[in-house]
T-cell receptor
Framework: NAGVTQTPKFQVLKTGQSMTLQCAQD?????MSWYRQDPGMGLRLIHY???????DQGEVPNGYNVSRSTTEDFPLRLLSAAPSQTSVYFC????????????FGQGTRLTVV | GESVGLHLPTLSVQEGDNSIINCAYS??????FIWYKQESGKGPQFIID?????DKRQGQRVTVLLNKTVKHLSLQIAATQPGDSAVYFC????????????????FGKGTKLSVKP
């Protein structure tokens, strides 16, 4: 199993550009989440999904869209990048049923100039 | 330990000593409390969790203590090793429809553990 795979690892965007951060997991986990991590901060929840076709907002959803068409994939879209979205983005998946162990990807470091 | 701004609280310990990392949480409705370890350049890694109806849970070299009266969580690491150097985050979660965690986590700001050889 590859676990949780995020692409790209690094990205530089200009203000106003759009892009999609990819996240895929091969563990057949139903729950998937996106977090952002700013310097010296903990992770903040952007959006999450409890299964294919179901998504919901987290703490900081503004400026981001998600969709969940398959169990494996949970892409995060930035429609019009802003410098405030410069951050490291982590995708995670979790198996439900009494388990709190989230498996995180390696992260995508995004810089918006 | 909670941080303000860009500076994480840092705990520096000697190799072989025990470490205690603290966390204050705010949501009394949380059902699970979890500790994660994050090494530089990597995603967080699960260490141990505890349900809200427990006050202590032990793992391999780690113990988590929960004091709901004062909303305090701690992680104790026995015989700290250089490989334990990382940032440690506490996180909270609520119960989902399956009876377990719903899968989304609310993280604290983290404590940096530095182990001196």
């Amino acid at each position: 199993n590859a676990g949780v795979t995020q692409t790209p690892k690094f990205q530089v965007l200009k203000t106003g550009q759009s892009m999609t951060l990819q996240c895929a997991q091969d563990m057949n986990h139903e729950y998937m989440s996106w977090y952002r991590q700013d310097p010296g901060m903990g992770l903040r929840l952007i959006h999450y999904s409890v299964g294919a076709g179901i998504t919901d907002q987290g703490e900081v959803p503004n400026g981001y869209n998600v969709s969940r068409s398959t169990t494996e994939d949970f892409p995060l879209r930035l429609l019009s990048a802003a410098p405030s979205q410069t951050s490291v983005y982590f995708c995670a998946s979790t198996r439900p049923g009494g388990l709190t162990e989230a498996f995180f990807g390696q992260g995508t470091r995004l810089t918006v100039v | 330990g909670e941080s303000v701004g860009l500076h994480l609280p840092t705990l520096s310990v000697q190799e072989g000593d025990n470490s205690i990392i603290n966390c204050a949480y705010s949501n009394s409705a949380s059902d699970y409390f979890i500790w994660y370890k994050q090494e530089s350049g990597k995603g967080p890694q699960f260490i141990i969790d505890i349900r809200s109806n427990m006050d202590k849970r032990q793992g391999q070299r780690v113990t988590v203590l929960l004091n709901k009266t004062v909303k305090h969580l701690s992680l104790q690491i026995a015989a700290t090793q250089p490989g334990d150097s990382a940032v440690y985050f506490c996180a909270e979660s609520q119960e989902g429809g399956y009876g377990g965690s719903q899968g989304n986590l609310i993280f604290g700001k983290g404590t940096k553990l530095s182990v001196k050889p």
